[in-house]
């Protein structure tokens, strides 16, 4: 488990149960963001991670629409950012797994999910 970083609020708050009991479901929200608002609505971990999957989702639809609108350069850099996308979640899976509350490299501390 890792240590409670003072600077992040969410690792004050690991629940080493929870962790547990919602890995998966956590790993999940990388791919369907949803999933834990119906399978672990109570949990604070699987929803932290449910919350970084939709601002990634969020950032990624923000970012191939305004890629698309930009040619030549917009449309070469779109596979840039898709790639750049799959890397992200491959990240907040591994976080999920391990038990982690770790937010993602330059994704904004925005709490949507509660």
Do not use: C
């Not at 982690?100 to 509660?114: E, G, S, W």
């Amino acid at each position: 488990m890792q240590n409670p970083n003072p600077h992040n609020p969410h690792d004050q708050q690991v629940d080493p149960h929870d962790v547990e009991q919602n890995k998966t479901v956590a790993a999940i929200s990388y791919i369907l963001f949803f999933v834990p608002l119906l399978a672990a609505r109570n949990s604070r971990f699987a929803m932290y991670h449910a919350n970084q999957g939709l601002l990634l989702l969020l950032a990624l639809i923000a970012g191939n629409i305004v890629l698309s609108i930009i040619p030549f350069i917009g449309w070469m850099l779109m596979p840039v950012l898709n790639i750049a996308a799959l890397v992200y979640i491959v990240l907040g899976v591994m976080n999920a797994v391990n038990g982690r509350k770790q937010p993602l490299p330059f994704m904004p501390n925005v709490d949507i999910l509660k």
